[in-house]
C-alpha cells in the first residue's frame, strides 16, 4: 500500500475512482453519478492546479483504492484552517485501515502547511464513517437537521472539527 499526494498527472484515475466512488456509495456523497457524468476528468485537473486544494491517494497494486481531499479558504483570516472532503475507500478495500491512513497523512501535510484545524461534514447516518471520524478524535460540532434532501427523504449533516496542534 502506498499512500501519496495526487497531482495534476493522476487526474484521470482520480476522475475513474471518483465515478466508483459515487457508484459504489452514492448515499455518500452530496454529488450524483448522474449530475458528474457530465463533467470529464478536466474538473480533478483543476482541483488538483488548485494551490488551496491537495489531494491524497492510496494505491494497492498500482490501482488507486482510496482517496481525499482538504480544502484551505482563500480568506486569509481563514487560513489555519481547511474542509476535508471526499473521503473514500473503493469497497474491496474497506476494512484495513485505508481511510485512517489518508486521514493522517492528511493531517500531517496540513500541520506542515501550518493547518492549524481541520473540519468535515458527514451524513449522520452513515455510522461508518462517523466512527472512523471520532476515533482519530474529531468532535462533533453541531447537526444541521434536514440539510439533504433527496427523494423526498430528508438526512441531516453532522459537522466535526479537530484540532491539529
Not at 113 to 140: K, M, P, W
Amino acid at each position: 500500500m502506498l499512500i501519496r499526494q495526487l497531482s495534476a498527472d493522476d487526474a484521470d484515475i482520480l476522475w475513474q475512482a471518483r465515478l466508483q466512488a459515487l457508484r459504489e456509495s452514492p448515499a455518500a456523497f452530496l454529488s450524483t453519478l448522474a449530475e458528474a457524468q457530465n463533467d470529464s476528468a478536466e474538473v480533478m485537473r483543476a482541483q488538483l492546479a488548485d494551490p488551496g486544494t491537495r489531494y491524497f491517494g492510496t494505491f494497492v497494486d498500482g490501482m488507486l483504492v482510496g482517496f481525499l481531499r482538504y480544502v484551505r479558504p482563500v480568506r486569509m483570516a481563514r487560513r489555519h484552517t481547511a474542509e476535508v472532503h471526499s473521503v473514500h475507500v473503493g469497497a474491496g478495500h474497506r476494512g484495513q485501515g485505508i481511510a485512517r491512513q489518508l486521514l493522517l497523512a492528511a493531517f500531517a501535510a496540513a500541520r506542515a502547511e501550518g493547518i492549524e484545524l481541520l473540519t468535515l461534514t458527514v451524513l449522520a447516518d452513515n455510522t461508518a464513517a462517523r466512527a472512523l471520524y471520532e476515533s482519530q478524535g474529531f468532535s462533533v460540532i453541531g447537526t444541521e437537521p434536514r440539510a439533504v434532501k433527496r427523494a423526498g427523504s430528508y438526512a441531516d449533516i453532522v459537522s466535526y472539527w479537530i484540532s491539529l496542534h
